[in-house]
């Protein structure tokens, strides 16, 4: 789908789940289930791409985003980077994967929840555009934390 010299981004595959729940454990207090993920895979809605990375000729999965359509909106639903390849700029590549397939769908505006103790993704949101639009109070059932809701236009 899209090249730069070490990063590949590509529609995910079932092939994935394996490394993509190893991903998905070390990143969130209550991860998803591989059920969770298969139902993405299968969702017509649902767009799930993830980023491959070229480790000494064989090819690993440094990270993975899914977003839905929404009528004319474009939700992100989750969105992680395996711990080694952090801070290399992959999510904010991901994150304009998205902004680019949304502006070809014409879809006009982005939104997100974070948990408002996020502070990485909230950095990273805001370098994308989005401003904080809304709070969910006590959003998050495990942690009982407010989630932060985010919103970015989409210039078409
Ligand atoms: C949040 C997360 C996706 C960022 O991924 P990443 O690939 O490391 O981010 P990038 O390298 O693309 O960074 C892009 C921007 O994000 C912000 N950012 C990323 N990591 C940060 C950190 N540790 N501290 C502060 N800002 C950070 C910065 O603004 C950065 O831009 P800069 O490099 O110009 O400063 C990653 O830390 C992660 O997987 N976290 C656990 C899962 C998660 O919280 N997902 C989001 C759920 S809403």
Redesign the pocket.
């Known amino acids: 789908m899209k090249n730069t010299s070490e990063v590949t981004i590509d529609l995910m595959i079932n092939a994935d789940l394996p490394e993509i729940m190893a991903i998905e454990r070390e990143?969130?207090p209550s991860p998803w289930t591989v059920g969770m993920f298969t139902g993405e895979l299968n969702s017509s809605h649902s767009v799930c791409l993830v980023a491959r990375i070229n480790v000494k000729g064989k090819s690993v999965i440094g990270?993975y985003i899914i977003f839905w359509f929404v009528a004319d909106e474009v939700h992100l639903h989750n969105?992680?980077?395996k711990k080694e390849y952090?801070?290399?700029?992959?999510?904010?590549q991901l994150m304009e994967v998205m902004r680019e397939i949304a502006g070809k769908n014409e879809i006009t505006a982005q939104t997100?929840e974070?948990r408002k103790s996020?502070?990485?993704?909230i950095?990273?949101y805001q370098?994308c555009g989005f401003v904080v639009k809304g709070i969910r109070p006590l959003y998050y059932t495990d942690t009982h934390e407010d989630a932060l809701i985010m919103w970015a236009d989409i210039k078409q």
């Open positions: 990143s969130f990270a969105l992680a980077v952090k801070k290399q700029g992959i999510a904010f997100l974070v996020n502070i990485e993704a950095k990273l370098k």
